[in-house]
């Protein structure tokens, strides 16, 4: 089945200490997106890919990273400096950047106590 | 600057009946795309519309239309024959092709409520 897999789906961390969410596509997208949703709003881009080792800061890219060494694979990371880190975590793919269609993961949700 | 306004951030809908999501957008680019999102609590995001701004057609798919006004850059769902597993989150997004190729910009939703 082709797709993209987040993991873990809950997760859990102490402030302070860096955590890094899985996101695999095997539907041979060249674009990959990571999205973040707070409660009763909707998704704000972080950090984008066109192509392997290449990516770009999104919206709100202070205090997250991302690495593109493979074409199926595109891990954040939620570094200590991101201030306010719950939250949903949405990864999501596209043909291209101006194809029509992103398709999405199941999401993480990081709660950080 | 992109932006998506959902002005209601709530709806209920008797089922089987139809019913319209408002969805207003703000873009300086000439090339872009509308698409709208079904979330449901399990928080998937899944596809269900696409408009592009050439499109003269209004896009259509199964109970599933967008009301494509581009003078008044309004991109409204309208859902027919509502069922009760409509019940979700709904986003409205664009993406840019020109200046801000690959961003999207989403709104922040209308809950659906389907009443049996």
């Known amino acids: 089945d082709g797709g993209i897999t987040q993991s873990p789906k809950y997760l859990f961390r102490k402030e302070g200490q860096n955590v890094t969410l899985s996101c695999e596509q095997n539907?041979?997208?060249?674009?990959m997106y990571w999205y973040r949703q707070d409660p009763g709003q909707g998704l704000r881009l972080i950090y984008y890919?066109?192509?392997?080792?290449?990516?770009q800061k999104g919206d709100i890219a202070e205090g997250y990273s991302v690495s593109r060494e493979k074409k199926e694979s595109f891990p954040l990371t939620v570094t200590s400096a991101q201030k306010n880190p719950t939250a949903f975590y949405l990864c999501?793919?596209?043909?291209?950047?101006?194809?029509?269609?992103?398709?999405f993961g199941p999401g993480t949700r990081l709660t950080v106590l | 600057a992109q932006k998506i306004t959902q002005t209601q951030p709530g709806m209920f809908v008797q089922e089987k009946e139809a019913v319209t999501l408002d969805c207003t957008y703000d873009t300086s680019d000439q090339s872009y795309g509308l698409f709208w999102y079904k979330q449901p609590s399990s928080g998937e995001m899944i596809f269900l519309i696409y408009?592009?701004?050439?499109?003269?057609q209004n896009a259509t798919e199964g109970r599933y239309s967008l009301n494509f006004q581009k003078a008044r850059k309004s991109a409204n769902l309208v859902i027919s024959a509502s069922q009760l597993g409509d019940s979700a989150m709904y986003f409205c997004a664009m993406r840019s092709y020109n200046t801000n190729a690959g961003k999207s910009t989403f709104g922040d939703g209308t809950t659906l409520t389907v009443k049996p």
């Open positions: 539907l041979n997208h060249d674009a």
């Open positions: 999501a793919s596209s043909a291209s950047l101006t194809s029509d269609t992103q398709y």
């Open positions: 890919s066109q192509i392997v080792n290449d990516f």
């Open positions: 408009q592009g701004s050439y499109d003269e």
